[in-house]
């Protein structure tokens, strides 16, 4: 018998008639003779009103509360699928990520999965279960409730796939697939068939929230197949896989396959930096040590022996990189420390890119075109990505797709620049 998991985002069970509407794709997927786990998301908005929630009681939650908290959401939503798959007289079973052995970091807020037990799991299957997984969280050592960072179910389901060995994990969320731009900020953004694990990675990572980027990697390392695709309609989605034949294909198109963009930029700029060995270690160390990642990092060198050091965290984690980075930089004899929390990051990701240095140009000149100021650029093998202010983002998504004919069926954009 075919073993699948599908998972189920936030909008997908928001209220209790789309969780009956859930509950008949779940069925169906049983009736078609499959043994089936699913994952669920909190329903609707709920982890952002916790968050809200906490909040209002405590400006900065402690963070082991905080998790408990939040693993609420989905609890709810495990609970009551279950109960809908009951009313149709299908065995269902509800559990938390601990009681279905899903162990963790003790990294609140963030924490990776360190190994599944899924005997569990599998015992609930045999006696003919669909079971149904709270996304998103686990257990860590000392059995507190760890989450696993936005968007963690995804990563919950391609963990559970690898488990169990499943055949296929099945991601089902709002939009009809990946696009070649988050579709509601490019109308005209083009669903594409396939992609690869790789660039998926990096549209991922780069803001594309379609799929938390640990999700995605998991799949990588464990050749899991994932299908994401609507919980809405029945139209067909794309499978994100590693095929080889794929990446023949690939090389020889040499393109842009996707723009991503993330609004969660801030950067701080530390003026008159010394320029010895070791300043770079110091500031950095100290984010380290409090569990903040820095992104994007860029050093101007200047003939009068200090430099300016400006890099990037994401907007929450601003304030408390200040209050870190002051009293380093002020030891160190730098000038002053600027913050800035209206940024934001625009990427065209594509395997292609690395063997084509036009890419790069006809980026710079697409927003130079449309007024848009580039405040810091970074690359890697198969993107290239400009830090711009968060205001004029959408307005570069919209530039670049457009320049990079991303509307197009494949054969039909333009060369390599
Ligand atoms: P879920 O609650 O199902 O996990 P998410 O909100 O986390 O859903 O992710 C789906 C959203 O991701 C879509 O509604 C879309 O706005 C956004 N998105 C961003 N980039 C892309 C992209 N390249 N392709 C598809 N969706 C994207
Ligand atoms: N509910 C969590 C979130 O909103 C996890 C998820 O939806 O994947 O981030
Ligand atoms: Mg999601």
Redesign the pocket.
């Known amino acids: 018998m075919d073993l699948i998991v599908q998972k189920?985002?936030?909008?997908?069970v928001a209220d209790a008639d789309r969780i009956r509407r859930v509950a008949r794709r779940v069925a169906e997927a049983r009736d078609r003779g499959s043994q089936v786990v699913v994952v669920v998301?909190a329903m609707g908005d709920t982890t952002d009103h916790l968050i809200a929630l906490a909040r209002q009681i405590s400006p900065n939650p402690d963070a082991r509360e905080l998790d408990l908290l939040l693993s609420t959401g989905e609890t709810v939503s495990v609970t009551l699928l279950a109960m809908a798959l009951r009313e149709m007289s299908y065995e269902a079973i509800s559990l938390t990520g601990a009681q279905a052995g899903i162990h963790t970091t003790s990294v609140f807020n963030r924490a990776h999965i360190l190994r599944v037990d899924p005997e569990r799991i599998l015992r609930e299957l045999d006696n003919g279960r669909v079971v149904i997984v709270a996304g998103f969280q686990g257990i860590s050592e000392d059995l507190d409730v760890t989450t696993l960072g936005r968007?963690g179910?995804?990563t919950t389901a391609v963990a559970l796939a690898a488990a169990v060995r499943a055949k296929r994990c099945e991601i089902?969320?709002?939009?009809e697939?990946?696009?070649?731009?988050?579709?509601?900020v490019v109308p005209e953004?083009r669903k594409l068939n396939e992609i690869h694990y790789d660039e998926m990675l990096e549209?991922a990572s780069l803001g594309?929230?379609?799929m938390q980027n640990r999700s995605v990697e998991l799949g990588e390392v464990y050749n899991i197949p994932i299908l994401v695709a609507s919980s809405f309609t029945n139209a067909p989605g794309t499978l994100i896989h590693g095929d080889i034949s794929m990446e023949e294909v690939r090389e020889v198109r040499n393109k842009v396959r996707?723009i991503?963009h993330d609004l969660d930029v801030a950067k701080i700029t530390i003026t008159g930096v010394p320029d010895r060995p070791g300043i770079a270690a110091a500031i950095f160390e100290s984010l380290a040590d409090a569990g903040i990642s820095v992104d994007t990092i860029v050093q101007n060198a200047s003939t009068t022996k200090v430099a300016d050091l400006t890099f990037t965290v994401s907007k929450g984690d601003l304030e408390k990189a200040m209050l870190l980075v002051r009293p380093v930089a002020a030891s160190l004899g730098a000038g002053e420390c600027i913050g800035d929390p209206e940024l934001a990051k625009v990427s065209i990701v594509g395997a292609g890119i690395q063997n084509a240095p036009g890419y790069a140009a006809r980026m710079f000149k697409t927003l130079a075109d449309a007024g848009i100021n580039i405040e810091m650029i970074t690359t890697s093998e198969i993107r290239i990505t400009c830090v711009v202010s968060e205001e004029r983002v959408l307005e570069a998504v919209r530039a670049l797709h457009r320049a990079f004919e991303l509307e197009k069926a494949e054969e039909s954009q333009g060369d390599t620049p």
């Open positions: 189920y985002g936030g909008s997908s998301s968007g179910s995804d089902y969320t709002d939009v697939g990946v696009y070649t731009a988050d579709p509601r953004a549209m594309a929230r379609v996707g991503a």
